[in-house]
């Protein structure tokens, strides 16, 4: 059968048939180490199915990869993964996966910082913002240090815990001008989007050619 026929029936059962879907997704195959990231006890994969099924005959599938990379935790990675599953051309799912990723980047840099503090002037939504900020400063050791090019790597290697979403948050709090955080994010971006690429066309489309 033809490959990109394989893939479109791995999608089109999620609506019918949990099991089904389980049975036929080739992700389910690969070692949790092989995926690119793990949150919360959650694999990316199952989330990315979930987002998906749901979505495909509801809007075009190259609109759920767009929407899919502009989710936190999935981001590009998510949609790159979605992609494959439904054969979009790699070049396509490159360009809709980079869009969707940056288009919140800007609204985080420059208005995250002021929510957070009039999130922290409510007694409701004070410990949300706390928490949220906590956890990132958490991770900022590498951004503080370097930087420019510390946020770079951040964004651009696939670990958990990192992504442009956590990127840009650190950065505003760490106050990082935005004329060097957002270049910084979509370069790291773009090196996600290679190393992603390699991960979802190379490494699964030559497990399940």
Known sequence: MHKGHRKCEIITIFRTSDVKA?????????????????????????????????????????????????????????????????????????????????????????????VFTWMKKTKLLKPVADKL???????????EKYEFWGLVLFVGIPLPGTGAWTGSLIASL???????????????LLMATVIMLIVSYGLLGSIFK
């Not at 900020?133 to 951004?143: F, L, P, S, T």
């Not at 760490?174 to 790291?188: H, R, S």
């Open 174 to 188: 760490l106050g990082i001008k935005f004329k060097k955080a957002f270049p910084a994010v979509l370069l790291g």
């Open 133 to 143: 900020e906590n956890k990132a400063m958490g991770k900022k050791d590498r951004i």
């Open 22 to 114: 389980d049975i036929c997704n080739p992700l389910r195959y690969l070692p949790i180490k092989m995926l690119p990231e793990r949150q919360n006890g959650v694999q990316m994969n199952a989330l990315v199915e979930w987002f998906t099924s749901h979505l495909l005959g509801v809007v075009p599938k190259e609109m759920i990869v767009f929407i899919i990379s502009m989710i936190p935790i999935l981001e590009l990675r998510g949609g790159l993964l979605a992609a494959f599953m439904l054969d979009i051309n790699m070049v396509q799912a490159a360009v809709y996966c980079i869009i969707g990723n940056i288009i919140p980047i800007p609204f985080i840099l420059l208005l995250i910082t002021p």
